[in-house]
Structure formats: structure tokens, C-alpha cells
């Protein structure tokens, strides 16, 4: 049975999804009208009437559910915090190529040196307590995060100014064209009249959340949660789905179950057999929106600490070119994954960013010739057990992933058949979340199981400075929670990253991009495997209007913050 695996993001959001205790009893607490916990055995509510339509929600919840709606502690806020309560000033949208969204702005100029943001506010706002937003808000905001460090999770060194009601200015000590994103589309707006009197706005639970979001609260338990429609909301006509409860359940058999019985609306699961499991019931749909890539994270460079035969480069190229893709999406992805791209940027979004078309994506099957080759030359010459060596050193190596993550288990059990073909040892092994976790952030592993998320936006610059700067990895033992877990080092890579951030001209990125590819596919400190699936179940006997394959207008996922208010909002009573 498949363990609840979100992406990392998700996964840093909701640690304990690595410790469900997998149980086919049906677990399913709703919220009543008067706010208690009551067993919900009628589905997810709603008649279809506008008036008195609601949905159920599974986003991955599992246990007692602690209140939390602080939208500045994006680690343990609740998921409605980000998008459904708060709003950002845009919407990027990562699911498709498309341009950002104006929600909370309507217009943005940067001065020619990137130090200086001028923000336009939409008018006619209002916060859902009734008070008006303005640009003050924003100016607020921005400067509240600049004078408290600990909200200060990206690194934003701006201040800012109202200018009057509908303009803000951010100002920059130095060029910041690449925090645009950032600013623009992935930090929450708050209202001044009720943050400037928070004492402390990294530790408060923000119980009573005011917003500009389509939601407010309605009532709240240990068990669920429900908000409803907000009677301000700027956008006319919108939301038309008056109510939405949040709950929380036991394991994947507890979240089949309850998808089938039609208690869940909406819910993002790997489930196994789920064409299968949908027969029968032709309410339920689902989208598969592949974006996060499965890869192979080496401990790559001997100069920063890491040892063993992953720091040769040859060995990184050998098992790429070893693997046979399609055979581990079938046993591991269970058909759904889609191709990887060596550029670890995603084939079908970002093939404009990939300089050489020969890299759009990976080899699906083994090129097992290659692969042997590429040992040959470097040196590793096989045993009379098959397996190669090098210097009295086997080519053996250890890969770790999470106990209960077993499309995970399955895919370094196949690696394990695939590479012994060319003569390379690999000893899985499984550990709880937070030692897998600790072993990468500080290095102490040689290889390591795990996916690269989405970014701000989808420039690859937000894909490549974390994974590939310098300035993001520390010595082995140092913790290298920016994102380099691979510790790569590599000079030309770290110039290009500076020269594509010091401009938002697309033409000058690309080629700064290109030369970041070349390095990176050469080195391959990590080895891609494929786009693991996002497979998001709808029911849409109640609320329709999901995003589907054809129209992506959002990346689907219950988890993913800023989406979830934008797929919300564009959802319709059934009829």
C-alpha cells in the first residue's frame, strides 16, 4: 500500500505524513454548523444549490490539527493560510507557461537598476472585517518583514513606502530584479490596522485571520475546520461555493475510501490502481500534473567533505545513463510519471529555457553500453563478483530514502537490479523522515532519494540557484538548509547564476542559462529519474469547474499555497 508522499515543500509542511499509521478503518470528522466535531457519514454537504453548496476537502492532514492561520510561519500554518485567507499581490501559476496574475496589484515597473519596485494596489478592496486595503497594507507588510528577521525566510532586504492609496515603492540596496517573484507572488499581504498591534507576529497563531482572500473562518476543531464564503471579497461574483471543510485522515486506505463513498471533493493522493478504483463512479476525476523531479542526490564534491565513489563524475553519468525510466514509472510511478529532463527543468513547461533540444529529456531506456564505457574510461574495471573497483575502493554505494515512502522502496530496489548490470553496488536503505532529512541537509549520506520542487516562478533561475550556487551548500557536517544538498561547487556555474540575476532580459538568462546546463548535465551531481506524478482526485457531483489536463489554470494540488485560492474560486455549484 502506497504511503501519502507530497512533494518536499509539502513534505517540510507535514513531516508526520512520514510516519502514517496505515489503517483501513474509515476515519472521517466534519465540522457541524455550530463549529464541533461531529462523524460526517453523508458526504461532503451541499445540495447544489449556490446558496447552501459546500465541498470537503483532504489536504494530507493526519491527527489532531493544531490552529495556526499565521500566513508569516508558511511552515506550520495551516494550508488555507496561503491563498485562500491571504492573497499575494500576483498569482503565478506553475502548472503552465502563462504570465502572473494580478490579484492585490494590478501593475509593477522596476527602475533600470533593479532597486526600486513601484507597486499599483487594486482599488475598490477590502480586508474581510470590512476596513479597506490600500497600498499602506502592502507598504506594511514588506516592512514589517524587514525589520523582524525570523519572517524573513527569502532573503528580501527591501524597504517600502506608500506613496499614496494605490502605490507602494520597494526600495533595494542593490539589484533585486530576481526577488520579483518573491515579492510579487509568494508572500501574503496583512492588514495594518491588526498586525501593527501583534506583539510578537512570529510565534502568534493569528486565531481570528482578516484577510483578502474568497474565504474566512467559520469554526474550528482538533479534528476539522470549516471557512466560508467572505461577504467582501473584491472579485465579483466569486466564490460561489459558500462553504469548505477541511479534515484530517488516518492513511491512503483511509483516503480511497473515503474519495469513493463521496465524503472527499477534493484530495491530491497517490493511489494505487486509481483507474481501477474509479470504475464505477462517474462523479470522481483526476488530473495528473507531473512537476516535481524524482532524482538521485549525490554527495558530490571531495573538496567540501563527501566521500566515496558518487564524487566521481563518471560514476554520476554512469547511472544516469543506466537507468531504464520506463521500467521503474511502470513499478514505481505506476504509469503516471512523466519524462525528466536533464536540465532538472520540466520538459513540457520550460522547453523554451533548454538551450540544446538532445536535452529536453532523459533516456527512457538503459544504455547500458554507455554507461560501461563511461566507467572503462575512468577507471573502474569490474571484479570477479561483477561489481567494479577502483583503487582497492568497490564501486558500492548507499542510497537512503523514508521508511513507508514505497514508491520510493521500489524505485531503489529496481536501481539496485538496473546498475549491478554495469557492475555498480547499491545498498538501499530506509530511515524515519528526520534522519533522512538531517543526513542530507549536512551531507552525511552518498546518495539520497528524493524531488526537486517548484519554484517562485518558473525561471530556472529559481530551480538552479538553490540546487547549483556555491553560496547555498556548506562543508559536510554544516547544514545546507539553502537548498545545494549535493555540495556542487563549480565556478562557471556560479557566474552565469550572478550574471542571469543582475538582468530581467530573457535573452541575456537564456544564454547565462545555457552555460549552467552544459555544466551541470557534464557534472551531474543530481542523477533525474522522472516528473513524479501530482495526481489530484476531484468529485464533481458537488462543485465543478476543477482544473483539468486541458486547462491547467492552476496547479491543482490541496497543498500547494496560492493555488488552492485561485482553483477555489473558479469552482461552480453542480447543477
Not at 476596513?131 to 525589520?147: E, G, H, S
Request: proline share 5%.
Amino acid at each position: 500500500m502506497k504511503v501519502l508522499r507530497p512533494g518536499r515543500r509539502a513534505r517540510r509542511r507535514t513531516v508526520a505524513l512520514a510516519a502514517i499509521a496505515c489503517s483501513t478503518a474509515l476515519v472521517l470528522a466534519a465540522c457541524s454548523s455550530g463549529g464541533s466535531s461531529t462523524q460526517n457519514t453523508g458526504g461532503g454537504g451541499g445540495t447544489g444549490n449556490a446558496k447552501n453548496s459546500s465541498i470537503t476537502i483532504f489536504n494530507g492532514s493526519t491527527g489532531t490539527i493544531t490552529e495556526n492561520f499565521n500566513p508569516f510561519m508558511s511552515g506550520t500554518a495551516l494550508q488555507p493560510t496561503l491563498g485562500v485567507i491571504y492573497e499575494p499581490l500576483y498569482y503565478y501559476n506553475l502548472a503552465e507557461k502563462s504570465d502572473p496574475q494580478p490579484l492585490l496589484a494590478t501593475g509593477y515597473k522596476w527602475n533600470d537598476k533593479g532597486t526600486e519596485l513601484t507597486i499599483t494596489t487594486r482599488e475598490g478592496v477590502k480586508w474581510s472585517d470590512g476596513q479597506p486595503f490600500t497600498a499602506k497594507d502592502v507598504a506594511f507588510t514588506f516592512n514589517l518583514i524587514n525589520k523582524t528577521p525570523a519572517l524573513n525566510t527569502t532573503g528580501l532586504a527591501a524597504t517600502a513606502k506608500a506613496v499614496d492609496d494605490t502605490h507602494a515603492v520597494l526600495t533595494f540596496k542593490e539589484n533585486s530584479f530576481t526577488q520579483e517573484p518573491s515579492v510579487l507572488g509568494n508572500q501574503a499581504i496583512v492588514p495594518e490596522h491588526i498586525w501593527k498591534d501583534i506583539k510578537d507576529p512570529t510565534k502568534d497563531p493569528n486565531v481570528k485571520p482578516v484577510g483578502t482572500g474568497p474565504y474566512q473562518l467559520k469554526s474550528f476543531s482538533a479534528q476539522s475546520y470549516s471557512l466560508e464564503k467572505n461577504p467582501s471579497y473584491w472579485e465579483s461574483g466569486k466564490p460561489q461555493i459558500q462553504e469548505i471543510r477541511y479534515i484530517a485522515l488516518d492513511s491512503a486506505d483511509a483516503a480511497s475510501a473515503a474519495l469513493t463513498a463521496g465524503q472527499v471533493d477534493w484530495m491530491s493522493s497517490y493511489l494505487p490502481g486509481l483507474d481501477q478504483l474509479l470504475k464505477g463512479h462517474k462523479e470522481l476525476s483526476y488530473v495528473n500534473t507531473p512537476a516535481l523531479t524524482t532524482s538521485i542526490f549525490t554527495c558530490s564534491s571531495t573538496e567540501l567533505g563527501c566521500k566515496g565513489p558518487q564524487t566521481d563524475p563518471a560514476v554520476r553519468q554512469a547511472m544516469y545513463y543506466a537507468m531504464d525510466r520506463t521500467q521503474l514509472n511502470k513499478l514505481a510511478g505506476g504509469g503516471f510519471a512523466g519524462e525528466a529532463s536533464p536540465t532538472l527543468l520540466l520538459p513540457d513547461r520550460d522547453k523554451d529555457w533548454i538551450a540544446d533540444s538532445a536535452n529536453v529529456t532523459a533516456p527512457q531506456t538503459a544504455d547500458t553500453a554507455k554507461a560501461n564505457a563511461l566507467l572503462d574510461a575512468a577507471g573502474w574495471t569490474k571484479g570477479s563478483d561483477g561489481i567494479r573497483e577502483k583503487d582497492g575502493q568497490k564501486l558500492s554505494m548507499t542510497i537512503q530514502t523514508v521508511t513507508g515512502w514505497s514508491d520510493y522502496i521500489s524505485i531503489n530496489d529496481t536501481l539496485k537490479q538496473q546498475f549491478k548490470a554495469v557492475g555498480i553496488d547499491l545498498k538501499p536503505t530506509q530511515l524515519a523522515w528526520n534522519e533522512w532529512n538531517a543526513n542530507e541537509t549536512q551531507g552525511k549520506y552518498q546518495l539520497s532519494l528524493d524531488s526537486i520542487g517548484l519554484g517562485a516562478s518558473s525561471n530556472p533561475y529559481f530551480t538552479y540557484q538553490g540546487k547549483y550556487n556555491s553560496a547555498n551548500t556548506a562543508k559536510v557536517g554544516d547544514s545546507a538548509a539553502a537548498g545545494n544538498f549535493a555540495r556542487y561547487k563549480n565556478a562557471t556555474v556560479d557566474a552565469a547564476l550572478e550574471a542571469a540575476g543582475a538582468t530581467n532580459d530573457e535573452a541575456t538568462q537564456k544564454a547565462e542559462y545555457a552555460k549552467v546546463q552544459t555544466e551541470i548535465i557534464k557534472d551531474m551531481p543530481y542523477v533525474p529519474i522522472y516528473i513524479n506524478s501530482t495526481l489530484t482526485e476531484f468529485n464533481n457531483s458537488r462543485a465543478t469547474g476543477w482544473p483539468t489536463d486541458d486547462d491547467k489554470y492552476a496547479f491543482a494540488a490541496t497543498w500547494k499555497a496560492w493555488d488552492n485560492g485561485i482553483v477555489l474560486k473558479n469552482l461552480t455549484p453542480a447543477k
